[in-house]
């Protein structure tokens, strides 16, 4: 694990050679992909807010041949949707244990740890650490989980963080410049 009172670039550049092994990112959803927030809707359904342009990282991570898939102790239904719009394969919700899940789904996809990438936002998240590769975190996550994270981004869950991610990611593996002179031509 790398000491957290290293400035972010120089964290970002010691985590490069882990990045380029990354083949599988899993995001945990409520306070990473959304704010954690939780609405109803007036028939008691569960709504909630993704933000788009983590969808576009979605996209841009699959067109690199990277796997994503979401691993959530949550349920409700929006996470699932979430996945159908943008070909998520692998959506587990109302997990009960993370890191029995995310071997699970490691094992099926024959996924070295050192291949795999997990972002998640909470203590209950710490359980997945020996199972993966990379440990990240938005910047609001939880005060314990920030300090064994591999890395705390600068976004906060639901605005950006697993755009920020992968970006680095797809950059440490040489694919930002051809997204970036091509664009990247799918819906989010």
Not at 87 to 107: S, T, Y
Request: aromatic share 4%; proline share 3%; hydrophobic share 40%.
């Amino acid at each position: 694990m790398i000491p957290p009172a290293l400035s972010y670039c120089l964290r970002r550049r010691l985590l490069n050679p882990k990045l380029r092994r990354i083949r599988l990112v899993v995001c945990d959803v409520d306070g990473v992909l959304t704010d954690g927030g939780l609405s109803y809707d007036e028939e008691g359904k569960v709504v909630k807010r993704f933000d788009v342009r983590d969808g576009l990282a979605v996209r841009m991570l699959q067109q690199a041949g990277i796997t994503v898939a979401l691993l959530s102790g949550g349920r409700g239904g929006a996470s699932e949707q979430r996945a159908l719009h943008l070909d998520i394969h692998h959506c587990r919700v109302g997990v009960g244990n993370k890191r029995a899940g995310l071997e699970e789904l490691r094992h099926e996809l024959a996924m070295g740890r050192e291949q795999t990438a997990f972002l998640g936002d909470d203590l209950n998240d710490l359980v997945v650490r020996p199972a993966t590769g990379l440990l990240i975190t938005p910047a609001d996550a939880a005060p314990g989980l920030r300090r064994q994270a591999d890395w705390i981004l600068r976004r906060r869950g639901g605005d950006g963080a697993l755009r920020e991610f992968s970006d680095a990611l797809l950059a440490s593996q040489g694919w930002m410049q051809g997204f970036e002179t091509s664009g990247v031509g799918t819906t989010n």
